[in-house]
Nanobody, 124 residues
């Protein structure tokens, strides 16, 4: 089992940047493919980005492609989400998730463990 704790959320103006971190503990971090999801008020949780166990493969939702970058440091048991050129529509609670699979995934049900989330608010 793995425990996930997100940090780095906050309030930022449109066009600004934030970097989210997700620290993992409990099992070998490199055993997990990782993902970031977000959930805006009144909406379903949606996929943002995913990264393979080694970090060699990444995948992004079209809505964030070119603005967000997912990365991981297996030595620090941490996955990151660098968010640039933020827009008001990026406002949501951001969650990191882990899955014990080689392949990355984009569906909520494909992930085994979740963090508690961190709020990102982008003002116009």
């Amino acid at each position: 089992q793995v425990q996930l704790v997100e940090s780095g959320g906050g309030l930022v103006q449109a066009g600004g940047s934030l970097r989210l971190s997700c620290a993992a503990s409990g099992r070998t971090f490199s055993d997990y493919a990782m993902g970031w999801f977000r959930q805006a008020t009144g909406k379903e949780r949606e996929f943002v980005a995913a990264i393979s166990r080694s970090g060699g493969n990444t995948y992004y939702a079209d809505s964030v492609k070119g603005r967000f970058t997912i990365s991981r440091d297996n030595a620090k048991n941490t996955v990151y989400l660098q968010m640039n050129s933020l827009k008001p529509e990026d406002t949501a609670v951001y969650y990191c998730a882990a899955r014990i699979r080689i392949t990355i995934a984009t569906l909520v049900d494909e992930y085994d463990y979740w963090g508690q989330g961190t709020q990102v608010t982008v003002s116009s």
